[in-house]
């Protein structure tokens, strides 16, 4: 598919990244001469200088054969306006960035609907809603479902007191509908087989159905999962700062947020009612002890400044903090973080560009793409249509491209593990784990026959 991305910045480097992987055709607008000049060797894209909110622009780059086009650059306003301008051209799908909640709220629906913008996108928001998931399963390093809920992938740290490390997958006996369809070892990512084996600090993926997946949870992680995570402390009351405050108030949780600058702290204090909004130095072990960090549950690192998160839940760590979320602005950060021993880290510009490549490979039969690490792995869900190729045949004489592994099937409400002799019916819901490079091949595989 051809698609424009206008905006050159972080975000829009990832997501022309990602499509590019996807063997899209991918045309990059941007007013920046400089930014063009840094991606002319860096990405095999379609390089144009210009405004990507000029009709006339678009008209010159052809839009007939544009399938979408994706506005990332810094500007709400012109992101808006650059998908209007798409619409009114022909382009069929369009997605906005879009930083300030106004514009996503309810009342305003029409008016999101007339600007022609399929999909608004708040990496803030998005950032923000990904810990608080994480928060609520505290056990788990990462939480997807699937199937409206039927199906759950959870993701989890093999450490000492786990008594399947060193065992082969074969010789463990796991409660029924459950899967471990990927294990992350020092920084790669494994589609495993019966005889892989559990290794002390891995990274495993679990999936099955939602209550055994939570006696996984339980079994693995008995301690974690006995406390429950409520006393939160947050350093730093950015965008992602000011929503995740007040998503977790709403939810329940007793709320504490250091920020250095006072504008800042006033602005956030004027959105909460119960949260603490404390003025001052999250680096400062004198303000941390004072403030008694030791008795939270989680500190969550979100300063623009990735050394000094890492700095801050270090010295929470050695406080005694159990858990520690830190944001990332340099992807190539997660794995160095992780191997200091800091608990999640994520990148808010990861998150943004998997959400968008959800938009560009949702389809007829793709329900929904979740990513996973960093873009190491993701979760596949499609629908089976009665004129799919793979209809009435069993697992085992599938030829799946790439490394690929059926994980579930929800079929009549119900969820099945399958092994090699389950047949595929009409209207089934299956789950794939897969890697990257491997999704659009796999995609292809599955599309229903014309």
Known sequence: MKIIVVGAGK??????????????DVYIIEKSAERIRNLENSLDVSLVQGNGSSLQLLKEIGMDDVGMLIAVTDSDEVNMLACSVAKIGGIPRTIARVRDNDYLKEENR??????????????????????VQVLQTPAALDVEDFASGAVRLMEFKMHEDVQYVGKRLRDIQFPESVIIVGILRNGEMIIPHGES??????????LGSRDSILKIAEEFHEEAMMEETKRIVLVGAGLIG??????LEKAGYIVKVIEKDMARCEHLAAMVDNAMIINGDGTNMELLEAEEISDCDAIICLTDDDKLNLLVALLAKHLGVPKTIVRVGRPEYIVLMEQVGIDIVFSPRLLTSGEI???????????????????????VEVVLSPVSPIVNCALKDLKLPGKALVGAIVRDGSTIVPTGNTVLHADDHMVFFTLPNHVNKLLTYLKPVQ
């Open 110 to 131: 029409e008016l999101q609907q007339q600007l022609g913008v399929d999909l608004f996108i708040n990496p803030e928001m998005v950032s923000a809603q990904e810990i």
């Open 11 to 24: 975000v829009g480097y990832s997501v022309a990244q990602r499509l590019v992987q996807d063997e899209h």
């Open 197 to 206: 084996r559990l290794m002390l600090m891995d990274k495993v993926f679990f």
């Open 242 to 247: 000011c929503n995740l405050t007040v998503l």
């Open 357 to 379: 490549l959800r938009m560009v490979r949702k389809g007829e039969n793709v329900v929904s793409i979740s990513t996973f690490e960093g873009s190491k792995a993701e979760a």
